[in-house]
């Protein structure tokens, strides 16, 4: 089995950061791609930021320059740094992995979630 655990959220005023990390453990053989995903409410879940085993990374337009995530192979773990959060990134942020589990099997994997919230 696999467990993906994400932690980090909480209430942070405008201009105030934030890092978010997220955990699997479990039977992994290896994970491939990384990434966090946001879900404000009344809104569909939106892909914020995605990392490649190798480093590679790609960020929604209204992420760039204020976040940065990146990823420890050595122990499952991907980060995101938030600065200079605005209201607008207020939302639940969840993690999802793509895991190889066995010889042939890959499966996506999502945290649980953590509540981000940035007053204004």
């Known amino acids: 089995q696999v467990q993906v655990v994400c932690s980090g959220g909480g209430l942070v005023q405008a201009g105030g950061s934030l890092r978010l990390s997220c955990a699997a453990s479990g039977s992994i053989i290896s994970i491939s791609a990384m990434d966090w995903y946001r879900q404000a409410p009344g809104k569909q879940r939106e892909l914020v930021v995605t990392i490649t085993r190798s480093g590679s990374t790609n960020y929604a337009d209204s992420v760039k320059g204020r976040f940065t995530i990146s990823r420890d192979n050595a122990k499952n773990t991907v980060y995101l740094q938030m600065n200079s959060l605005k209201p607008e990134d207020t939302a639940v942020y969840y993690c999802?992995?793509?895991?190889?589990?066995?010889?042939?099997?890959?499966?996506?994997?999502w945290g649980q979630g953590t509540q981000v919230t940035v007053s204004s």
């Open positions: 999802n992995a793509v895991i190889q589990v066995s010889q042939l099997r890959y499966g996506n994997y």
